[in-house]
């Protein structure tokens, strides 16, 4: 027996697609119809120090994007906008 | 080395069997019961006042303002109620008000129970219920659903009925009377997680903070010159080093603003920019600066102290930090709530060298430990053999708030006789040396970030969520965190709803009841939960998953 649940498998997503999926699916769970706006606080939505270290490594490892540790701040991590902004400055 | 000889106690009840052991007593520190906390901020006004006191967001109290305002909040405070024996809300975000609100309350008499702003009101509501405070302080009200309190201090206001500490500045004179809190007066009352589903108080009392102030100033040496980083949150004991022992110190006290604990290049700024020396934190705040602070980048010469504690160090992280900082002298400080620091290990160079793990070291001043056998048959425990830790000193607990069974069961009468001992549930073992090394836990409770966590709390506040069937709470071991929580479920099978959706209801559900710490990292729905032959759960089958695996494909 394995767990019947488990999070959706990688295809091809856009970066906001991705990290929206990855953000309310498994780091901060909430179901389809309580996800807020991509220009919602995520500190509101329980993102801590734990979460945002998963987070960064989630970008860097699932999305293959090099964040420098000097650019993790408050802005550009508040929302998922902000995040894709970010990432998008490395693509 | 003193060698006592004690006997063990069956249960609590009766003692059984005579044995001896060694206890490790360093008698140099004598506190005077009849001390309050109160006390250390007078004697650093008189020596220390024009010095700064809080530096928080670029505003600097001087210890001569620090002593002012609290004894003007005291005032107010004393009119509304606050009183030996009465409880008093303390709920801040990091502020100078919350040090100027701790101290008022201690001058008071009354006992402060810190309330993390971030904590669900349903968590706020059982502490109530536990330590009926009337009087709230904190950065802002109390939410609406708490009820009503006669009184309200705050930062900041939206109504007309909370008063603000600016405020209080203005109209109030400084608290003249004398109030004389009785001998074992409780200091405060911290919350942790609760086997049994519901918080547990343990009360803390002024001589264990006075103890351990004093203690802090003598073994690192702290002066007026020493600036003390306050990186954990009021609710937590690590605290009470960065406020007590700065004080005690007349030394400057730095409180780590709550978002930057999160983007560690901008705290490593920010200690730099501070010049702060002292640091005292969980081993994971350290890693998060180590591995994502980029270190190299900051001026830390000013760096002399870095005290962990709250869960194990791991070696590679040590020797991070130790390279990182090779100004600062590196200590281990052990304890569980209830004795605060009772045992502590000065890192040595061996240390940095060798792979075991790291000691947790030798009892603090005045603090006697002993290892008993966990099973009642077997003898006495020897060198490098394994026992229960047992921990009687200044800074033990009197016991659990309101649960006599509880207080009972984890305090027991000391094995030289002289009093209790807490029983801190830590297996240990005792080297050539005299030095104690921890071994695991004897029963389920996780550390996750510093936290301690009753797997049980989780599981009985999963279980009051409708549909649910079975729930068990996990550790998975996590690099960086030490552990991660992870919460196995298996939902009533005729309930028509989609897994997903039931999974972001429970953790919605999680949220509103528990600290956002005890919320599980990682969720696992299976059909029914593992079981051992007994039909207990299968701990051991939920973490590798294989034992079943093969019993469903026979």
């Not at chain 1, 993790?72 to 906008?81: A, K, L, M, S």
């Amino acid at each position: 027996m394995r767990p019947i649940w488990a999070a959706p498998s990688d295809f091809i997503m856009s970066d906001r697609e991705q990290l929206r999926d990855y953000v309310f699916g498994e780091l901060l769970p909430l179901s389809n119809a309580n996800r807020p706006a991509d220009d919602a606080s995520l500190f509101d939505h329980g993102l801590d120090s734990l979460r945002l270290m998963q987070l960064l490594v989630f970008v860097e490892e699932k999305m293959r994007i090099t964040l420098p540790d000097h650019e993790v701040t408050p802005e550009r991590v508040e929302t998922i906008d902000s995040i894709v902004g970010w990432i998008e400055s490395h693509r | 080395m003193r060698f006592h000889i004690g006997a063990t106690v069956d249960g609590g009840l009766s003692f059984f069997d005579l044995w001896t052991h060694n206890c490790l007593t360093m008698a140099s520190v004598e506190t005077d019961q009849r001390e309050s906390i109160f006390a250390l901020l007078i004697r650093a006004a008189d020596a220390h006042g024009a010095r700064p006191a809080v530096e928080f967001a670029d505003q600097t109290i001087t210890y001569h303002d620090l002593l002012d305002r609290s004894l003007r909040l005291a005032a107010a405070l004393t009119e509304a109620g606050a009183a030996p024996g009465a409880f008093v809300a303390f709920s801040f975000k990091k502020s100078i008000d919350a040090i100027v609100a701790m101290f008022a309350i201690a001058r008071t008499g009354a006992t402060y129970v810190p309330l993390d702003p971030t904590w669900p009101v349903a968590r706020f509501q059982a502490i109530r219920a536990a330590a009926p405070f009337d009087i709230w302080t904190g950065t802002v009200a109390p939410p609406t659903e708490l009820g009503k309190t006669s009184a309200i201090f705050a930062t900041t206001t939206t109504n007309e009925t909370t008063r603000t500490f600016a405020s209080i500045q203005e109209i109030r004179e400084p608290l003249t009377i004398d109030i004389v809190p009785p001998a074992d007066d409780i200091a405060n009352v911290l919350f942790t997680s609760g086997s049994t589903g519901i918080p547990k108080g343990v009360q803390i009392t002024s001589r264990s903070l006075l103890h351990f102030a004093k203690w802090g100033v003598e073994t690192f040496g702290l002066t007026s010159e020493d600036r003390l980083a306050n990186h954990a949150p009021y609710n937590f004991d690590l605290s009470t080093f960065d406020i007590f022992a700065a004080v005690a110190a007349g030394a400057c006290m730095c409180p780590i603003a709550e978002q930057l604990r999160m983007f560690p290049y901008r705290l490593a700024q920010d200690i730099a920019a501070r010049g702060i020396t002292t640091w005292y934190s969980v081993p994971s705040a350290l890693a998060l600066l180590v591995q994502r602070g980029k270190l190299a980048d900051h001026d830390l010469s000013k760096m002399r102290r870095i005290l962990f504690a709250g869960e194990v160090m791991p070696k590679p992280l040590l020797r991070d930090i130790a390279a990182a900082l090779p100004n600062a002298e590196l200590a281990n400080l052990y304890g569980p709530t209830e004795t605060n620091v009772c045992t502590w290990h000065r890192v040595t160079a061996r240390d940095l060298e060798d792979d075991g793990p790291l000691p947790i070291g030798i009892p603090i001043d005045n603090t006697l430990a002993w290892l008993i056998p966990e099973s009642s048959n077997a003898s006495d425990v020897d060198t490098n053999e394994t026992g229960e830790l047992l921990i009687a000193g200044p800074t033990v607990t009197p016991g659990y708030l309101n649960d006599a069974a509880l207080t009972n069961d984890k305090l027991i009468a000391a094995p030289d006789g002289d009093g209790f001992a807490y029983r801190t549930g830590d297996r240990c073992r005792r080297d050539e040396d005299g030095v104690l090394h921890f071994l695991g836990r004897i029963d389920r409770m996780i550390k996750a970030r510093g936290h301690r966590i009753e797997p049980g709390e989780i599981e009985a506040a999963l279980e009051t969520c409708n549909g649910i069937k079975e729930v068990a709470v996990i550790a998975v071991a996590d690099e960086t965190f030490g552990n991660r929580i992870k919460a196995c479920v298996s939902f009533d099978t005729n309930a028509a709803i989609d897994q997903n959706d039931r999974q972001t209801s429970l953790i919605q559900f999680a949220r509103q009841r528990l600290p956002s710490y005890m919320v599980p990292d990682l969720w696992e729905i299976w059909e029914y939960l593992p079981r051992t032959e007994r039909g207990k759960v299968d701990y051991r089958a939920l973490s590798t998953g294989a034992p079943l695996s093969k019993r469903q494909q026979t």
